[in-house]
């Protein structure tokens, strides 16, 4: 059974960082792709942060120059390093990754960042 399991949320001031992890486990099938979504009330969730296969990825424009995406292919894990967080990054931020050749979708429980002072 797959599951990806995110930490590293919390509590932040703005213009702090925080760093989120998220592992997958329970397949042998490859990782297509791997990275991040957020969501507030009331809106739909968006991308934040992506790798596609080991090397490309795709920023969401408000998060491009503060945020990055990093993995450790050994440990099937993604991390995405946020600095300069701005309140309007305040959501629950999911991990997503589409796993074997049918790229089925998974999804993390989600875990809450909330930017204030």
């Known amino acids: 059974q797959v599951q990806l399991v995110e930490s590293g949320g919390g509590l932040v001031q703005p213009g702090g960082s925080l760093r989120l992890s998220c592992a997958a486990s329970?397949?042998?099938?490859?990782?297509?792709?791997m990275g991040w979504y957020r969501q507030t009330p009331g809106k739909r969730r968006e991308l934040v942060a992506m790798f596609n296969g080991d090397i490309n990825t795709n920023y969401a424009d408000s998060v491009k120059g503060r945020f990055t995406i990093s993995r450790d292919n050994a440990k099937n894990t993604v991390y995405l390093q946020m600095n300069s967080l701005k309140p309007e990054d305040t959501a629950v931020y999911y991990c997503n990754a589409k796993i074997g050749l049918q790229l089925v979708d998974y999804w993390g429980q989600g875990t809450q960042v909330t930017v204030s002072s």
């Open positions: 329970g397949t042998s099938q490859t990782i297509y792709t």
